[in-house]
């Protein structure tokens, strides 16, 4: 495993220097003239050397990334108080683009020879799923610092959990990406995003950008494609991990209340033997017989 080069990753997110090829053109129109030419050429070239130097390839700025991320995974379970709540469901991690909220970190996007686009600062959010509860830790990840900067932690019984989901929002944020023509800033309009939300009942508990449509409109990502397969295949897991949690949290209340009780749970429970007999005997469905015993739970 090769250590982490910040200065590499800072020379990965620098833009291609245009103003380079501007100069060995100059260059080569004044040829004629005497020596001008070759000294126009000559910037040139420096400039493309001095950009492409010590420039890592994709497959390296990808393998530091993962490496970055098992630094932020350990970091976030201080966070979140690891060792006092007993997190035995291991952790997910969900991450996009960071457009909003990014702590001070100046955002770029660079397409690689691969055609994916890569970001900085990185919006990651870090789920860890305990007994009892939800934990989460969400931070902007400047790249080019290895900074985490805007840190936040949560946590959340599974019973509060109302929904996992993906969507396209509405957005209206103005974004300064970088610096064009005469130092000028450049502008781009985000109108909608695609983002990951984790709803609790008492409001959206933590939110990832995936993407925009937008970013496609950028000269340094046009034609590329952002990296948003593994952060699917979390959100996956995010929602079967959620369903399993709150349901295991639901029988253990019912089977409390029942012990409690045991004469109002009694009719309940034998429903429930019977829809399991229907089960194995293939006459209902798996749906069929989640669906009908999540109802009996709850009338217990």
Aim: glycine content about 10%; charged content about 25%.
């Amino acid at each position: 495993m090769q250590p982490i080069d910040r200065q590499a990753i800072v020379n990965y997110f620098k833009p291609f220097p245009k103003w380079a090829i501007g100069m060995i053109v100059l260059g080569v129109l004044f040829l004629s003239a005497k020596g001008f030419g070759l000294i126009f050429i000559a910037i040139g070239i420096v400039g493309i050397v001095m950009r492409t130097k010590n420039k890592p390839t994709d497959e390296q700025i990808d393998s530091w990334f993962g490496q970055e991320l098992q630094t932020l995974t350990e970091r976030a379970k201080q966070k979140v108080g690891h060792g006092a709540l007993d997190v035995t469901g291991g952790e997910k991690i969900i991450y996009g683009p960071r457009i909003e909220n990014t702590g001070g970190a100046q955002i770029t996007f660079i397409k690689g020879k691969d055609n994916i686009i890569r970001f900085t600062p990185v919006d990651i959010t870090i789920l860890f799923f305990a007994k009892d509860q939800l934990l989460g830790y969400q931070c902007s990840y400047d790249r080019r610092s290895g900074e985490p900067l805007a840190e936040r932690t949560e946590e959340y019984f599974y019973r509060d959990v109302v929904a996992v989901s993906t969507e396209t929002i509405k957005m209206e944020t103005e974004l300064q990406i970088g610096k064009g023509k005469l130092g000028k800033l450049n502008l781009i309009q985000f109108k909608t995003a695609e983002v990951f939300r984790l709803t609790t009942s008492g409001g959206t508990a933590f939110q990832v950008c995936l993407g925009s449509e937008d970013i496609l409109k950028l000269k340094s990502a046009k034609g590329g494609k952002l990296p948003k397969t593994e952060s699917e295949k979390a959100i996956q897991a995010v929602r079967a991990m959620v369903r399993d949690k709150k349901s295991t949290s639901a029988q253990t209340a019912a089977l409390s209340q029942t012990a409690s009780n045991p004469s109002a749970g009694g009719d309940q429970a034998s429903k429930i033997q019977k829809l399991k007999k229907l089960l194995d005997d293939g006459l209902i469905t798996q749906e069929e017989f989640q669906a009908e015993k999540t109802k009996a739970l709850a009338n217990l």
